[in-house]
């Protein structure tokens, strides 16, 4: 009997690792675990000029377009990048492409790609694009990006989010075969995370960028005399100077989870708009931290709401020193509850990559 022939696939990702951002780190699971979950053999496009493999392929990003004028998104001129670099090289083609953003402007490869190849193309929203209260858009501009996402969307094969409620905001995610993708914890690194202890002074764990201005927690943490380990890129926001504040910059994710695991709660900031998830949430019920949800607007509603529903030890504040304050004290006073065996494992990346999969075969059929 003859072996099954190899599937060829490519991603096509702006940020790869060493880059240690989620969009970065969600495009290289997926470069690891497609060659033996699809059969495939997969090579990767990428701005990032430090990524290096035998499948990597550097595009860097570079030119000038007046459109980035009308929407600023680095895609627009790496879109031209690519073109360019596929028509000088000569590769075998594809069997499928994916497309992953933001940036996002590059998804109109789409036709492009499949006329040149006849191969299939998801594309991978990893935020909403068009509707993205986050982005602080005008009507005018809000309108403009959903005609070019309705092009995108009409022209691909399939399509991937990364919860239910972009799904409902992005076009055409209803009428295209899609899946939810989170982005998940990765399994496939260590964790041992000390024991939760609530108490007179829990300390406190924030991974990642701030999405607004942090000073109303750190004021909080200060006040209340309990410690907050920072793990992102924006320690320049925080009072570094104070006992209680502590950092170690923007680390790799074993020793984010290290720091994690060390600390009794997590914390997390969000807009409080429905779509708003966070991939530190999974980190934290990995871990099995308390969590506490700093919000800019509402309470007890959308994605991040629904993820921790039947998850204890979660605690929300409205984004004001006082409130924070209130919260904290609230946790000093609770007594930590063990969360459900095995809630955390549908977060995995692992979990998560069966449903990227099936669209796959679904598609390649």
Not at 130 to 136: L, Q, T
Not at 251 to 265: E, N, S
Not at 303 to 312: K, M, N, V
Request: with cysteine; proline share 5%; net charge neutral.
């Amino acid at each position: 009997m003859s072996k099954k022939a190899k599937r060829s696939i490519w991603i096509i990702a702006f940020a790869f690792p060493p880059n240690k951002r989620v969009g970065a780190m969600r495009a290289g699971y997926w470069s690891k675990t497609f060659p033996e979950a699809l059969n495939a053999d997969v090579q990767v496009i990428t701005g990032q000029e430090d990524a290096s493999g035998d499948n990597i392929h550097v595009v860097p990003k570079s030119g000038s377009s007046i459109w980035t004028k009308v929407i600023a998104d680095d895609g627009i001129i790496w879109k031209k990048n690519i073109q360019a670099y596929l028509e000088s090289h000569s590769f075998e083609a594809p069997d499928l492409v994916i497309i992953t953003g933001g940036p996002f402007m590059h998804f109109g490869l789409t036709p492009w790609l499949k006329k040149k190849y006849k191969c299939k193309v998801i594309l991978d929203y990893r935020d909403p694009f068009a509707i993205n209260p986050g982005f602080k858009n005008g009507w005018l501009k809000v309108k403009i990006k959903q005609w070019v996402e309705k092009r995108f969307n009409a022209a691909a094969d399939g399509l991937i989010t990364v919860n239910e409620y972009c799904g409902k905001i992005i076009e055409l995610f209803d009428h295209k075969p899609s899946v939810i993708a989170q982005n998940g914890y990765d399994e496939t690194v260590k964790c041992e995370p000390e024991q939760v202890k609530l108490g007179e002074s829990p300390s406190f764990a924030y991974a990642g960028k701030f999405y607004f201005n942090p000073e109303p927690i750190q004021k909080a943490i200060i006040d209340e005399k309990v410690e907050l380990h920072y793990i992102g890129p924006d320690e320049n926001q925080l009072e570094l100077q104070n006992e209680y504040i502590k950092s170690k910059g923007f680390v790799d994710y074993p020793t984010a989870l290290d720091v994690i695991g060390k600390c009794d709660v997590g914390i997390i900031q969000t807009f409080g708009h429905e779509f708003q998830s966070t991939t530190k949430i999974f980190d934290y019920v990995r871990c099995e931290r308390a969590i506490l949800i700093v919000s800019d607007d509402k309470l007890h509603e959308g994605s991040i709401h629904d993820e921790l529903a039947q998850y204890p030890n979660v605690f929300w504040a409205k984004n004001d020193a006082k409130a924070i304050a209130e919260a904290i004290r609230k946790i000093k006073q609770s007594t930590y509850q063990q969360p459900p065996n095995g809630f955390a494992d549908k977060y995995s990346r692992h979990y998560q990559l069966t449903g990227v999969v099936e669209l796959i075969e679904k598609l390649l059929k």
